[in-house]
């Protein structure tokens, strides 16, 4: 036999949205050191779900790492974590001087924890 019971509370239909200005190094900022941690803000805590995070260097076209959600590992030897709304991108190797990068975030990597 099963029973069913009726839950008090609400269900969190929104999803999180990504905090520019709480993020680091923040959007267009100049002159960060190289050995930065990219880190986003998101508005609520975060899980990892399924897909990719790619870092990319603008300057140049390419990409500088992709990092699985699913093992938080990168194709070299970064890593990707997660503290309640913040995600760390941490790059095998240092950032370069005088480039722009940008990261993008497949649908379905990062979603209410």
Do not use: W
């Not at 008090?8 to 905090?19: C, K, Y």
């Not at 990319?56 to 990092?67: A, G, K, L």
């Not at 991108?89 to 990261?103: M, V």
């Amino acid at each position: 036999m099963i029973t069913a019971k009726r839950c008090a509370g609400t269900i969190d239909t929104t999803a999180p949205t990504l905090n520019p200005a709480g993020s680091h190094p923040a959007d267009d900022a100049t002159n960060i050191a190289v050995n930065t941690s990219p880190a986003l803000l998101f508005s609520e805590n975060i899980a990892f779900g399924t897909g990719l995070v790619t870092l990319y260097n603008v300057t140049n076209s390419s990409v500088v790492e992709t990092f699985d959600v699913a093992t938080e590992q990168g194709t070299s030897n970064g890593q990707v974590s997660i503290t309640g709304n913040t995600l760390t991108i941490n790059p095998t190797n240092a950032l370069a001087e005088g480039t722009q990068y940008a990261i993008q975030i497949a649908a379905g990597a990062i979603r209410d924890s």
